[in-house]
């Protein structure tokens, strides 16, 4: 049901929703926008109103963009092997029996002071890995 077209454009999703995409249980041919964060991380906050507009952007309008709070599960982290938050991953859902492609954002070389992330950054990047 997370999956139907979305009525908002950005979902919180659960530890067992983000469970299922990373083991591959999602049987459908979709791509993720996937932000981490974390009730203590003053980025992430800043950052929140900017990956909501990214995510109504029209050339977008396809990919699901989620959002997972670290704090339900810190050991994310060291599962998915990266290191603080925001982090954010594009994931292709496996078609078949195949593990999902994730593709990590990297670091930023210069970070934007309040978010971490410049819009422009995330765009370039969800372009790339999603044409």
């Known amino acids: 049901p997370w999956l ?24 459908q041919n979709a791509t993720f926008v996937l932000k981490f964060y974390s009730n203590n991380c003053h980025m992430c906050h800043a950052l929140k109103d900017y990956f909501v507009d990214i995510s109504n952007k029209e050339q977008y309008k396809d990919l699901y ?42 670091e930023p070389s210069a970070p934007n002071d309040k978010t971490w992330y410049k819009t422009i950054d995330i765009c370039n990047f969800i372009d790339k890995e999603t044409t």
């Open 65 to 106: 963009f989620f959002a997972y709070n670290i704090d339900d599960y810190p050991e994310i982290e060291k599962k998915l092997k990266f290191k603080g938050v925001p982090t954010i991953f594009v994931v292709h859902a496996n078609i078949g029996d195949r593990v999902p492609r994730m593709k990590l954002l990297p």
């Open 4 to 27: 139907e077209r979305r009525l908002m454009p950005v979902h919180r999703i659960s530890r067992d929703s983000l469970d299922n995409l990373l083991k591959g249980k999602v049987k």
